[in-house]
């Protein structure tokens, strides 16, 4: 199991800027696919971003793209979420969550759904005022 603390959250005006932090530690997550997911009040958690274990693979919602830059440092065990043109629909708890350990033959896959996602951080909240 790995364990997962998310940072960086706060309270921003729309078109601002905030950067999510994701520390983990515990076993070794440097083959784990890496994910973030967000829940707004009243609405199912939903998928934001992914990375895979290797760095060299991403993807995202399409709500996001464009937006948000998602990053990893298997070396420090962190991974970064850059939030950029913040719209008030953005606010949500946010969450970084890790995939169990994959294969080499998986180090560029990404995952989308909350199901792939073995570990979860407990989230750090994210307003954006309009």
């Known amino acids: 199991q790995v364990q997962l603390v998310e940072s960086g959250g706060g309270v921003v005006q729309a078109g601002g800027s905030l950067r999510l932090s994701c520390a983990a530690s515990?076993?070794?997550?440097?083959?784990?696919?890496m994910g973030w997911f967000r829940q707004a009040p009243g609405k199912e958690r939903e998928f934001v971003a992914a990375?895979?274990?290797?760095?060299?693979?991403?993807e995202y919602a399409d709500s996001v793209k464009d937006r948000f830059t998602i990053s990893r440092d298997n070396a420090k065990n962190t991974v970064n979420l850059e939030m950029n043109s913040l719209k008030p629909e953005d606010t949500a708890v946010y969450y970084c969550?890790?995939?169990?350990?994959?294969?080499?033959?998986?180090?560029?896959?990404?995952?989308?759904?909350?199901?792939?996602?073995?570990?979860w951080g407990q989230g750090t909240q994210v307003t954006v005022s309009s």
């Open positions: 969550a890790a995939t169990t350990q994959r294969a080499y033959y998986f180090r560029s896959f990404t995952y989308s759904r909350l199901n792939e996602y073995a570990d």
């Open positions: 515990g076993r070794t997550f440097s083959r784990s696919g």
């Open positions: 990375i895979s274990w290797s760095g060299d693979s991403t």
